[in-house]
């Protein structure tokens, strides 16, 4: 089943703007990760968060994650029509001698047009 | 260095039959887990294996299969294909020794199986 649940589903931008995903999961996490899809290709790992951090910055990239509301953000700057993909959050509650898998959420199709 | 590879990069079988698909993960990465990816369910965890041994499972039925080899190269076989199990398969690898680092997973571009 899905942990993360993406929000919204779609966002179409104009280049130069501003880009937030969210993403809501349900269970305890030892870190939470971005991933960006290209067209059906393989997923490129973009920021990991830990559960003990709030704000991640890389780049264009600014990640914050609220664990008391289970939830969290991405927020790509000044964005690009190259940044057009598909992003996915994924909880990894690897730990404990246990788990070792992504649980990801359905992604966000983002759009930046030219 | 190489990335993480998968093979082939697609692949079109009948109902019935069955499938292996291979990947090699990064040099010194140990941990490689499968991935299906369909558009109704997104990206559901298959399995995972360190050092040969299989760490944790999916919920998916007995039909899928995986293993490790001594150079981590890792296999997934998929057996009596339904039309369901049309997929992107896709792996990706770690150290493996625990949660992973900053730079997360790696994974490779996928294979993508289609059933007829």
Not at chain 1, 76 to 84: E, F, G, N
Not at chain 2, 47 to 72: I, L, V
Not at chain 2, 96 to 101: M, R
Request: charged letters at 15%; aromatic letters at 8%; glycine letters at 10%.
């Amino acid at each position: 089943s899905q942990q993360g649940e993406e929000d919204p589903q779609a966002l179409s931008i104009q280049e130069g703007e501003n880009a937030t995903m969210n993403c809501s999961y349900k269970t305890s996490i030892n870190n939470l990760q971005w991933y960006r899809q290209n067209s059906g290709r393989g997923l490129v790992h973009l920021i990991l968060i830990r559960s003990n951090e709030r704000e991640k910055h890389s780049g264009r990239l600014r990640v914050t994650l609220d664990t008391s509301k289970k939830s969290s953000s991405l927020l790509i700057t000044a964005s690009r029509a190259a940044d057009t993909a598909s992003y996915f959050c994924a909880t990894d509650a690897s730990g404990g001698g246990s788990n070792y898998k992504l649980t990801f959420g359905k992604g966000t199709l983002l759009t930046v047009n030219p | 260095k190489a990335g993480v590879t998968q093979t082939p990069r697609y692949l079109i079988k009948t109902r019935g039959q069955q499938v292996t698909l291979s990947c090699s993960p990064i040099s010194g990465h140990r941990s490689v887990s499968w991935y299906q990816q369909t558009p109704g369910q997104g990206l559901q965890f298959l399995f995972e294996y360190f050092s040969e041994t299989q760490r944790n499972k999916g919920n998916f039925p007995g039909r899928f299969s995986g293993r490790q080899f001594s150079n981590s190269r890792s296999e997934m076989n998929v057996s009596t294909l339904e039309l369901g199990d049309s997929a992107l398969y896709l792996c990706a690898s770690s150290p493996g020794a625990g949660a992973p680092s900053v730079g997360g997973y790696t994974f490779g571009s996928g294979t993508r199986l289609t059933v007829v």
